[in-house]
């Protein structure tokens, strides 16, 4: 074989190999809805309905009042809150739960840094069967 050869079939390989690899070949770029809820929200939630953890179930969480979920103890705090959730509001809660419900009994998780994990979670969370 000559080195030339050599050389064009590991750059073809390399190439496929980076293709095949990136976040944008076949999604989206960066870190998928599902993915940034598991990294960040999953030790506590599931999307699962009727499903609590630790943390109530978000099935259908859009449109819901925050508190509401049958059988689960949540703080005085968030049952009084007020909040439908809906996507702004999810946003704010996501990146700071303290500033947006004081004393919502979420302690250590003190919020997503990232507005890009932050509009993948909602939008993981908006979509249908969530």
């Known amino acids: ?9 590991c750059g073809l390989m390399s190439l496929a190999m980076s293709l095949a690899l990136s976040p944008s070949h076949g999604q ?4 998928s ?3 940034a809820f598991n990294n960040s929200c999953r030790t506590c939630h ?17 449109g819901r009042k925050a508190g ?9 705090a ?3 809150s007020g909040i439908v959730w809906d996507e702004r509001t999810l946003l704010r809660f996501i990146e700071d ?12 998780y ?9 509009a993948a979670i909602v939008a993981f969370l908006k979509s249908p069967g969530k």
């Open 68 to 76: 509401s979920v049958a059988n689960f103890p949540y703080s005085e």
């Open 1 to 9: 074989m000559r080195p030339g050869f050599i050389v064009v079939v």
């Open 28 to 31: 989206d770029a960066g870190v």
């Open 97 to 108: 739960p303290e500033a947006v419900v004081s004393g919502n009994g979420m302690k250590p």
């Open 78 to 80: 968030m049952k009084s």
């Open 110 to 118: 003190t919020g997503v840094r990232s507005p890009e994990d932050r």
């Open 46 to 62: 599931t999307v699962k309905e009727a499903d609590n953890r630790v943390g109530p179930n978000l099935h259908n969480i859009i």
């Open 33 to 35: 809805g599902e993915q």
